[in-house]
């Protein structure tokens, strides 16, 4: 068979280009220190590394979920820190105050004003905030979930945060849950106290019926903090002892709750911490599986660059003699 000239330029041609093209796919490597710099180069691998890079954006998205849950969670739990002091301080003051051998009309109406002032300290601690978001109101965020009159405006509202593909934690606990001894049995009062006329107050002696009614009530029943203050307050302006002992009971159970919540706050945070300190291993794994795909050996691409070289240079020095013949050499 006749080899012609075009075709010896054609294998000349071809041969070239496909060493130049072999050089810049080493040239590239070398650049980004990647041996998948294009689809094209490796479509599986590829494809391998862009899952893995969604599931880091991913995993940074649910760090900073959890982060901001545990933000949530630790005001959470420092507000009923505050509370707590609150209820023992009333508690405290409930105990110097229930005998007339410890106390007088003048001991009892000044500490009656401390038990104001714990009042609206326990209102403002209800009203706290992270930014302007109200942390026990619910789903209720945007206003004040604690009226001045310590009733509460919020609702059961549990805000979940995902922190983890599929996994969800609270990030708040409802005032309902922490004002209250029996949340439940609580919803009975809130409604009466809603079907009250607006304009009515509460005298003297309705208030000492009720608050024999709530001692004479079963075991079980709901004690609301707000309430309890009040009760010892006007105990105190009253001179009924009565009232006054009674209110230690209900202050040790509102401090058990307090102190059950806490506990559930902190279980959610140490869950919090468990599941960022996994997401940080699987981002590690991540890191470590893309690197093997696509982070190229540069031993091995410095190497293979100067073989691509010297093919090349062979290449071009081959092709002077397959090309030397000229128009004036057919002429002789």
Known sequence: MRVTDNQNYGVIRDSISRSRSRMDNLQAETATLKKVNRPSDDPIGAAKVLEVRTDKVNNEQFQVNAKLAQAYLDNTDHALEDLS????RA???????????????ESRYGVSEEVNQLFQRAVATGNRRIGDRFIFGGYKTNAAPVGADGAYHGDDGQVMV??????????????????????DSSA????????????????????????????????????????????????????DMETIR????????????IVATRAKIGSRIQSINGNMGALERHNITNAQLTSNIEDADMTQ??????KEETVFKSSLASSKHLIQPTLLDFLR
Do not use: W
């Open 85 to 88: 002091e609150v209820v023992m």
């Open 91 to 105: 508690k405290e003051i409930a105990i110097g105050q229930s005998s007339n051998a410890s106390s007088t009309p």
């Open 162 to 183: 995902e922190i983890g593909r599929e996994v969800f934690i609270g990030a708040n606990v409802p005032g309902h849950e922490v004002f209250n001894t029996q949340p």
């Open 188 to 239: 009975d009062a809130k409604r009466m106290h809603q079907q009250k006329s607006p304009g009515s107050k509460e005298t003297a002696g309705e208030a000492q019926r009720r608050l024999a009614s709530e001692d004479s009530a079963p075991a079980g029943q709901n004690t609301n903090l707000f309430e309890q203050l009040k009760a010892l307050r006007t105990g105190l302006l009253t001179g």
């Open 246 to 257: 009674g209110s230690m009971d209900g202050f040790d159970d509102l401090l058990g709750k």
């Open 301 to 306: 691409v410095v190497s293979d660059l100067a």
